[in-house]
């Protein structure tokens, strides 16, 4: 084994202690002792290899659960200084431990009696170090929520996607890039109910091309159909920029007499840098002497544009910092409250906005209201299973949303939760011990659902946390609480806090897509699964 130093080194000429002098006796003694030496020696090596494999598969874990870069931390001195591990032999005992741990991970699945959320996001690597690393990677996860009402998200197949030619050509001549195949392979593909994904022309051709093949395998279904879920904070990114892509000739004639502190593609970043520029510039404390023409500096109405512009962007942010970025993600109940109210700051700046700017707010509100349009349903049944809002909050958002019959829109909310409803009915038959708390818990020939919408809201309370409260009362409500937890697992958003202001896809880790493709899936999967 690689870095294991000879016996000699460790132990030096003498044999057990015994100098060459006291070995110069009898015959006898000598062999019985150079016997003995040998024995030792090779016990010595024994210990030593046993330590070092121990050492491996510690070092190993590390890199696969610590997230602790392979090549980085094969070179520090943490072990003992005789461990001089090659980078072979770490990638042959991490993909052991990601071997051992998927055989664990696919036996959770396996055994899980709920339904599964996918998301599929697409990460970019732009290396300046290593130009082979640069490219687009695939990220699929499962999104659950297990016996202990723990959200689970867990990283199921992760690879480089990039490929030569057009980027539009690479869903066709790969399909799905290895997403069915990573499904049938964790045994799963008859357990997804819903799929979150941006909302791209290449993304839609994915789901069109998984739905094909998941809906017919589905065990639970609205109307037989995968639940499509686009990403909220893409949506509120693509409304930004799209703003932004409007002064997109001012902003450039911004940086020719002011120079960006930041130019990370975030739209947040890029909102403080046009705001510190209009500050120098109400000041008076911006040059144009370097502009070799004045048509290349905004004029005075140029300049209105941009902070008409930035004001509209920095109400979005204050609506949405708070209520949609978070440290952790959020369960898809909330986000019906949450558009709602960033829709009528949107309907207020129409209002009050100068005619270009309205035009901007305009524009916005037709991309926000098509998000609306599409992700309603599922944004209310979410909502209708939180004990703080239920069918009143459908019946109160219904009532507040303009040129909408609202009346429609709560029956086919509450048609369609009892049809879920009935469905879970039929798959979750009540245990004996189950019938009987039933019995003693809801009127004669009411169901779960009916007696849950019945009791009154319960009164808003900071640090609520709907998973332990559905937690207690599943005894009380057994099959809506599967239900509940199925449709709480859903990602309505796949990025937190600073992710959710690019305006690119996020940023892959260089230490990880630098890797062989099995050792990057790995460890990519692995650390998820912690």
């Known amino acids: ?26 015959g006898h003694s000598k062999d019985v002792n150079s016997i003995s030496s040998v024995s030792d020696t090779e016990g010595t090596e024994e210990v030593l290899e046993d330590d070092q494999q121990s050492d491996l598969r510690t070092l190993a874990e590390l890199i696969c659960f610590e997230e602790v870069p392979p090549k980085w931390y094969a070179r520090l001195g943490e072990f003992s200084p005789l461990f001089k591990p090659s980078f072979s032999e770490i990638e042959t005992e991490c993909m052991e431990v990601f071997e051992k741990k998927k055989m664990e991970t696919k036996k959770i699945l396996g055994n899980f009696d709920g339904q599964i959320s996918l998301s599929v996001e697409i990460l970019r690597c732009e290396s300046y170090f290593d130009p082979s690393c640069c490219g687009d990677y695939l990220c699929l996860s499962a999104h659950f929520i297990d016996e202990n009402w723990e959200l689970n998200n867990w990283v199921l197949h992760f690879c480089s996607i990039s490929v030569s030619g057009p980027s539009d050509d690479s869903l066709h001549k790969y399909e799905d890039w290895g997403i069915l195949r990573s499904l049938e392979d964790w045994g ?57 892509d409007k ?16 130019d990370y593609p975030m739209w947040f970043l ?11 510039w109400a000041q008076g404390n911006l040059s144009s002497r370097d502009v070799t023409h004045s048509r290349n500096v905004p004029s005075p109405e140029e300049w209105k544009k941009v902070e008409g512009v930035c004001k509209i962007v920095e109400n979005i942010y204050k609506v949405t910092e708070s209520e949609f970025f978070n440290e952790t993600p959020l369960t898809p109940n909330v986000h019906l409250c949450r558009l709602l109210k960033l829709r009528k700051s949107l309907a207020k700046m129409s209002i009050d906005s100068d005619s270009f700017n309205r035009t901007v707010v305009e524009d916005m509100l037709k991309k926000f209201d098509k998000y609306w349009d599409d992700m309603f349903l ?20 219904c009532s507040e949303v303009k040129d909408w019959n609202g009346n429609s829109q709560v029956a086919v909310v509450f048609g369609a939760i009892h049809k879920l409803f009935d469905e879970y009915v039929v798959r979750f038959p009540l245990q004996y ?54 449709f709480l ?10 992710e959710a202001y690019y305006t690119v896809p996020k940023p892959a880790d ?18 998820s699964w912690v």
């Open 489 to 498: 697992a859903i990602p309505v958003s796949l990025a937190t806090q600073s």
């Open 433 to 486: 011990n189950q019938q009987f708390i039933h019995l003693n818990d809801h009127p004669k020939e009411k169901s779960d659902l009916d007696c849950y919408l019945e009791q009154p809201v319960l009164t808003p309370s900071l640090g609520f946390n709907e998973l332990a409260w559905w937690k207690t009362a599943s005894a009380k409500y057994p099959t809506l609480s599967q239900m509940a937890r199925d």
């Open 1 to 26: 084994m690689a870095g294991v130093p000879g016996a000699n080194d460790v132990i030096g000429s003498s044999k057990n202690g015994i100098s060459d002098h006291e070995n110069s006796g009898s």
């Open 247 to 262: 002064i997109a000739d001012i902003v450039h004639k911004v940086r020719q007499v002011y120079t960006f502190k930041t």
């Open 378 to 397: 599922l944004l209310a049944i979410s909502a209708a299973l939180d004990p703080r809002l239920k069918m009143r909050y459908i019946e109160f958002v």
């Open 188 to 244: 799963i593909e008859n357990k997804i109910s819903a799929l979150t994904v941006k909302n791209d022309n290449c993304n839609n051709e994915l789901v069109e091309f998984l739905k094909t093949h998941i809906q017919e395998k589905m065990e639970l279904q609205l109307n037989s159909k995968l639940f499509c879920v686009y990403c909220c904070g893409e949506m509120i990114s693509v409304m930004v920029q799209d703003a932004f």
């Open 510 to 527: 260089e230490h990880i897509v630098c890797l062989k493709p099995d050792l990057m899936n790995a460890l990519m999967c692995t650390r």
């Open 270 to 280: 890029k909102l403080l840098n046009l705001q510190e520029a209009l500050k120098l």
